[in-house]
Nanobody, 116 residues
Framework: QVQLVESGGGLVQPGGSLTLSCAASLSIFSITNMGWYRQAPGKERESVATITNGGSTNYADSVKGRFTISGDTAQNTVYLQMNSLKPEDTAVYYC??????????WGQGTQVTVSS
C-alpha cells in the first residue's frame, strides 16, 4: 500500500522559512492533483495549497505571496516552500495525492511551529 512520507517541519522564528517535502513510497498513477492541508490546535483542517497534474496552482488567501507549492507527478513528490512565516502558520501540515477517479492518500503529518 502506498504511503506518503513528509519531512522538513520544525521550529522557526517569525519571518523565517521552511520547506516541506512529501514523497510517495510507491509509484502512483493517474494523479489528478497534489497538495497540502494544515490543522492548528482547536481548528478544522484547511487547504493550504494545491497543484494539478497540469501545473496549475491554488493557494489559501492567508498564504498567498508567502508560500509556493511545486511538484512532480512523475516522481510522485510535492513540496511546499514557506517564507515569511507567522505564528498563525503554526500547525500540523499534511500532504495528499489524489489519483484515479476518487482515490486519495495522506501523509502522516509534520509539525511546523513558528515562535520566537
Amino acid at each position: 500500500q502506498v504511503q506518503l512520507v513528509e519531512s522538513g517541519g520544525g521550529l522557526v522564528q517569525p519571518g523565517g522559512s521552511l520547506t516541506l517535502s512529501c514523497a510517495a513510497s510507491l509509484s502512483i498513477f493517474s494523479i489528478t492533483n497534489m497538495g497540502w492541508y494544515r490543522q492548528a490546535p482547536g481548528k478544522e483542517r484547511e487547504s493550504v495549497a494545491t497543484i494539478t497534474n497540469g501545473g496549475s496552482t491554488n493557494y489559501a488567501d492567508s498564504v498567498k505571496g508567502r508560500f509556493t507549492i511545486s511538484g512532480d507527478t512523475a516522481q510522485n513528490t510535492v513540496y511546499l516552500q514557506m517564507n515569511s512565516l507567522k505564528p498563525e502558520d503554526t500547525a500540523v501540515y499534511y500532504c495528499y495525492v489524489r489519483f484515479g477517479l476518487r482515490n486519495i492518500v495522506w501523509g502522516q503529518g509534520t509539525q511546523v511551529t513558528v515562535s520566537s
